[in-house]
C-alpha cells in the first residue's frame, strides 16, 4: 500500500520542511516530489502537509505517518542488509552536536549498531564550530552539526529551523538594561549569532553565564540567569520562548564527510537522514 521510495520522500519534506530542499538532498526534480507526496497522499486519503507559498508544515495525519514510515523503511533496509550479506567493519569516528545527544541519537545510534556490529564508533560530541575544525582538520570521519551561517552550503542538509531566545518560565528582559546572556565559548555558532543579532540592533548586552556544556547552559537557563539561542525545535523541559528580543533567524543542521571516509559512514549518514525527524523530539 506505501511505496517505501514515497515514503523516504515524505521524510525527506518533513524533515526540511521544503519540497526544493527535499528535491536537493534526494538527487531528483521537484516535481518528483510533488507527485510522490500526492501519491501518498491519494494511499492514505489524508492530507498529508499544509503547504502554501511561503511554507510547508505537517498535519496531524503527516505527524502520524512519520513513526509508521520509519518503521517500514528500517523494516526495507534490515532485509536489504540481510539478503545482501554486505557486513561494514573498522573504526568510524563520528562527531556530533551536544543538541542531538539529548534528543534520540542515541535510539539512531543504537539501531546502526544493531545492524552493523562490527562497525567500532568513536564518538565526539562538540560544539558544532569546534567539530568544523575537527573535520576540516581530518580528525572526524563524519560530522553531524550545525551549519556556519547564511551561505554555508557545505554538507547534506539534516533539518532546518528557527533559532529563538529561551529562558526560565516566567522570566522578562528589562528593555533598558543589558541583555543577560547564557552562551558557549567560542567558536560557538549560537553564541556568534546571538551577539551578532543584538548587535546589529543596537541592543546592549552581558555575558551573565558561560558554558561549554549544553547541559550546563540548560541548568543556568532554568536557574533564570539569562536568555539563551536555541533551535525551536530543541527547547529542553522547563524552559519557554522569551519574546522582546530580535529575530535570531533560522539554523540548519547538516551531514558532513571528510576528505577521506570509511564505508561505514555512508551506511551512518543513511541512518541518520532516515531518522531525522526524530532527532527534534526530545519525548
Not at 24 to 33: A, M, N, P, Y
Request: with cysteine; aromatic share 6%; proline share 6%.
Amino acid at each position: 500500500m506505501y511505496d517505501p521510495v514515497q515514503l523516504r520522500t515524505f521524510l525527506t519534506v518533513a524533515q526540511t520542511l521544503s519540497f526544493t530542499q527535499a528535491a536537493g538532498r534526494l538527487g531528483v526534480r521537484q516535481s518528483t516530489v510533488s507527485q510522490h507526496v500526492r501519491r501518498l497522499e491519494e494511499a492514505t486519503g489524508r492530507p498529508l502537509f499544509l503547504r502554501d507559498t511561503h511554507s510547508v508544515e505537517l498535519t496531524e495525519d503527516g505527524e502520524a505517518l512519520l513513526g509508521f514510515a520509519r518503521t517500514i523503511l528500517e523494516a526495507h533496509e534490515r532485509a536489504a542488509a540481510f539478503f545482501t550479506g554486505t557486513r561494514l567493519r573498522g573504526r568510524l569516528r563520528f562527531g556530533a552536536s551536544e543538541d542531538f545527544v539529548l534528543t534520540r541519537l542515541p535510539e539512531i545510534l543504537e539501531g546502526f549498531r544493531h545492524q552493523h556490529p562490527e562497525v567500532d564508533l568513536e564518538l565526539s560530541v562538540e560544539l558544532s564550530g569546534t567539530l568544523h575544525e575537527r573535520l576540516d582538520a581530518g580528525l572526524l570521519d563524519l560530522v553531524l552539526a550545525k551549519r556556519r551561517g547564511p551561505g554555508d552550503e557545505r554538507g547534506r542538509l539534516v533539518w532546518r529551523d528557527r533559532m529563538v531566545w529561551i529562558g526560565a518560565e516566567g522570566l522578562r528582559v528589562d528593555a533598558e538594561r543589558p541583555v543577560p546572556l547564557i552562551v558557549f565559548p567560542p567558536p560557538g555558532i549560537t553564541r556568534a549569532r546571538a551577539l551578532e543579532v543584538l548587535e546589529r540592533e543596537g541592543r546592549p548586552w552581558r555575558v551573565a553565564c558561560t558554558s561549554g556544556s549544553l547541559s550546563g547552559l540548560i541548568a543556568a537557563a532554568r536557574a533564570g540567569l539569562g536568555v539563551m539561542a536555541h533551535a525551536r525545535g530543541l527547547i529542553p523541559p522547563g524552559l519557554v520562548r522569551v519574546g522582546g528580543l530580535p529575530e535570531l533567524g533560522p539554523v540548519e543542521f547538516a551531514l558532513l564527510r571528510g576528505a577521506r571516509v570509511p564505508p561505514a559512514a555512508e551506511a551512518l549518514a543513511s541512518a541518520v537522514l532516515s531518522g531525522a525527524d526524530r532527532l527534534s523530539r526530545t519525548a
